[in-house]
Each structure stands twice: as structure tokens, then as C-alpha cells.
């Protein structure tokens, strides 16, 4: 070349398209691998429950399975629209377009093994959207949206999931008979459990926000429960022990029986029952792995900070992606934590690190192979 800045600037090229290409194959991959995990989830009676939200016109509404399946709200529409820049699908008028291409887009994504349940209904939804919108490349531009907003919200959400999953292995490992008999010792002769510090401590939330929480969560607004403290905080009590500590559950039979018991009596409704307990299994098991990845994420940051070399002298063979690692470097704590509304940089420095995980010795070794003698 014999041009240094010539030099410096082919190096530079080089790196930023090698870790470009690289971040770029594990985001793939990982969509990919999200998008597998919804399909083998999605099942016929899902996908009935979906196409029931059809109107005569075509239109679809978001269906409840859809807002859980890919962790969405039920007012998804404000959100989606800042996917576009186009003020026809801004406008007001273009929200049963944007609720009927989600519902297509989660159809195609995420039960294609089932088209033959949905298929009619959804010809008769592309002929709404057409008839509506009036422009070939206008509802091309809705149903691209919708399908990048869906495979980005199912990756995000399987994420999520997996780091819930960890943290709550964590939180087993480290369960003792003495902590759950702490917790069982504030059970009155009913059968309910009193809130102690112990369960705070381990949701890290105040005692007061447990019960307002629990009360707040309860899905099923038709369902009526007595209004009693003590309900909830035996329910959030049952939760975490069989949540965090299933293998004491042999020592902790009798009380966990006894609390039941004091629930059902209360409450009087099978129905309204497990919708507490499931509304209180969703929200220890939350908050349990809220804490620990709170706990754990300085740890790891500051390890992949220690990992990426700061200085010259330390830089040697791959100085340019590890600048580039630097750069991500404000990320790295997104990243670990999960912040939605800003996922793009967050999946850039989650990808660096897994491509510099994943280099072994042997695959160095493979590429400098074919070095030539010049």
C-alpha cells in the first residue's frame, strides 16, 4: 500500500464490516431461534382464538392470545405506528389496519403449521386491508411493519423468558429449609401467612406494594375477592415457596395444604382462587428474577469491561474489534437488563459478546492457515 493513512483506513473498513456482518448473523440467528420456539408453542385452540376476533368486514381486532403470547399491551397500536413515517398509517383511521396486519403477521409467524384454520380468514383480511388502504405498496409497508414489530417483540419476549428461567434456577440453588420456615412461621392457626421481611427482602419490594400489586394484577376484573390483606399475602407467601423452593416442598406439605385451605374458604370460587394464585406466581416469579438480575449485572459488566482492552499496549491482534466493543460499552448494561424501547444497540452489544465467546483457539487457527508467505 505504502500509505499509512491508506492503511489505517482499509483496517478500519475491514473491522467495521467483519463486526457488522457478525452482529448482524447472531441477531439472525437469534430471531430465528425465537420464531422455531413460538411455533412449537402455538397450538389449533390459539390459533381459534386469534381468528375469532374477526368482523364481517375483515378487520381483526389484537386478541388477548396474541398480547400474551408476544408480550405486547392490548393498546398496541400507539406503539406500532412508530414504525412507519407514513402519515396515512399515523392517522386515526389506520388503527383496525394496524390491528388486522398484527393479527396476520402473528398468524404467518407464528402457526404456519395450522394455515389451514386461518387461511380463509386471512384472504378475507388482505381483501379488507386492500379495499381500505387502496395502495399496493402502502399495505406492503403496513404488513413489513407488522411482521418486523412481531419477530422483534417474540425474540424479545423469549429472551426475557430465558433470563427469568436462569434467575430463578439461581434463586433454588440458593433457597435454604431455613428461609422457608421463616416464611411458614408467620402462619396464624386459619391458615393465612402474615407478609414478613423475609419475603420482601427476597422480592425486594415494600410490604404495601405487594398487596396494591397483587390487587392491580388480577386479570379477570369479573372475578370479586373479599377484601382481605391477608388473602393476598398468604397467596404471594404459597407463590414463592412453590416457586423458589419446590425442593422443601415434602418438609412444607401440611402448612402449604393448611394456607390453601384458608384460601378456599375465603374466597369461596374455584375460579377466583387459581386466577389469585396465578396472579401471584407471575408476580413473585417477577420480582425474584428482577432482583437477581439486578444483583448479578454489575458482576457482568464489569467482567466484559475487564475483557475489552483499554489501552495500546493491549490491544495487539484484534484492537479494532475490541474498540468497537468499547463503543458498546454504555450498552452492556441495557443489554443484561433489557430495556424494550431501546433494543436495537442493546442486541448490537449482546451479539459482540456472544461473536467474542464464541471464538475458540481453533477457529484462529483455521483462518491464519491460510495466510500466504508474503
Known sequence: IGDANAEKELLECAD??????????????KKKNAVVKLQDSTTPEKCNDVIS???DDGSFEVSETICKEIDIPVDVVPVVKKETQNEKLKSPESKPWWTTALTLSYLKVAAPDHKKLWEDKDKKARKYLSEQIGDAELEKELLDCADKYVVDNVTKKVEKDHKKEVAITIVQEAASPDKCQEIVSKQKD?????????????????????????KRNLTNKNIQLPDLHSLYSTAANLSYLKNVAPQHEGDLKDKYNKAREYLSKQIGNNDAEEELIKCADEYVVDKVADKVIEEKKQD????????IPKTEKSKSFFGGIYEAATKFGDQIEKAITFDKDKHDDHEKAE?????????????????VSHQNED
Open 16 to 29: 467495521n464490516y467483519v463486526i457488522d456482518n457478525s452482529i448482524k448473523k447472531v441477531i439472525k440467528d
Open 53 to 55: 376476533n374477526q368482523k
Open 190 to 214: 386459619d391458615g393465612s401467612i402474615e407478609l414478613d421481611d423475609s419475603l420482601c427482602n427476597e422480592l425486594n419490594v415494600p410490604k404495601e406494594n405487594i398487596i396494591t400489586s397483587l
Open 300 to 307: 457482568v459488566i464489569d467482567l466484559k469491561k475487564d475483557e
Open 351 to 367: 451479539a459482540l459478546i456472544v461473536v467474542e465467546e464464541s471464538a475458540t483457539p481453533e477457529k484462529c487457527k483455521e483462518i
